[in-house]
């Protein structure tokens, strides 16, 4: 017996009116881990994540968190259960209009309620654990892409969460800049301890970030394997290969 999940997904359905997306999804992921969430475009990788963090209600189903399930929950603890994760959306979502400490202060100010100072200071203090230090003052127009996930991710960590959401930290970026990340996820998990969820399909992320891993497919409309990424090259689903090998058998 391992450690006891630190996140649950239970037979966990969802759609958009009368579309299906996903149906009966179930997997666990444990403390410290990073766990991948995988398929080809427009399987509802996303949209799974959207109803992991709370901002989708499921058909069917409920997200556990320690045990507690988030969706049967009042919605007084829902908001409880949310302040212990972050969350660094496709494209940083940061504001256009406020600098970089302004945009990571901003939790901390309207959640955590600390004063203005303490909330600049927190921020400075993340913008310099993702490698920004010096550009508090700039805007996001400013700054490159990679800097700006880099952002992003200091805004989701600034109320220090237990649990980090990615969804699709590398799209739109370099080679480079995206193996940077992935090397700065690696190292805040290690230093802080800190379970990650990530949405991908990104192959060199999967297989250099994953511990353990979900496949959704799209047709059969459910997830079709899961494990460690390296393990399921060898699955016996054929569309399963073909994602983790890009075909290259």
């Known amino acids: 017996m391992g450690e006891p999940a630190q996140i649950e997904v239970r037979d966990l359905t969802m759609g958009y009116g009368d579309r299906v997306v996903q149906k009966d999804v179930a997997f666990a992921v444990r403390p410290g881990e990073i766990f991948v969430i995988m398929g080809d475009s427009g399987c509802g990788k996303s949209t799974l994540m959207r109803h992991m963090v709370g901002l989708n209600a499921p ?38 209009s406020m600098t970089l400490a302004e945009n990571v202060s901003l939790p901390l100010l309207e959640q955590a309620g600390l004063p203005p ?31 700006k996930k880099r952002a992003g991710l200091a805004r989701a960590m600034a109320l220090d969460p237990e ?13 480079l800049s995206s193996r940077r990340l992935d090397d700065l996820i690696l190292e ?18 999967i297989f250099e970030l994953g511990d353990n ?36 058998l």
């Open 59 to 96: 058909r069917s189903g409920d997200v556990y968190y320690d045990g507690e399930g988030y969706w049967a929950a009042e919605e007084e603890r829902r908001e409880d259960l949310k302040r212990r994760f972050g969350v660094l959306y496709q494209y940083a979502a940061l504001f256009s």
């Open 213 to 248: 891993a979900v496949f959704l497919d799209a047709e059969k409309k459910t997830m079709t394997a899961s494990g460690r990424p390296a393990e399921l090259k060898e699955c016996p689903d054929p569309k399963v290969r073909a994602f983790l090998t890009r075909g290259r």
């Open 163 to 175: 649990i980090l959401y990615f969804d699709e930290p590398s799209a739109g970026l370099d080679p």
């Open 117 to 147: 100072a303490e909330a600049l200071a927190v921020a400075r203090l993340k913008l310099a654990l993702v490698g920004l230090a010096g550009f508090e003052g700039h805007y996001p127009s400013e700054i490159s892409g990679g800097m």
């Open 188 to 205: 805040l998990r290690d230093s802080l301890g800190t379970t990650i969820v990530l949405v991908t399909h990104e192959l060199p992320s």
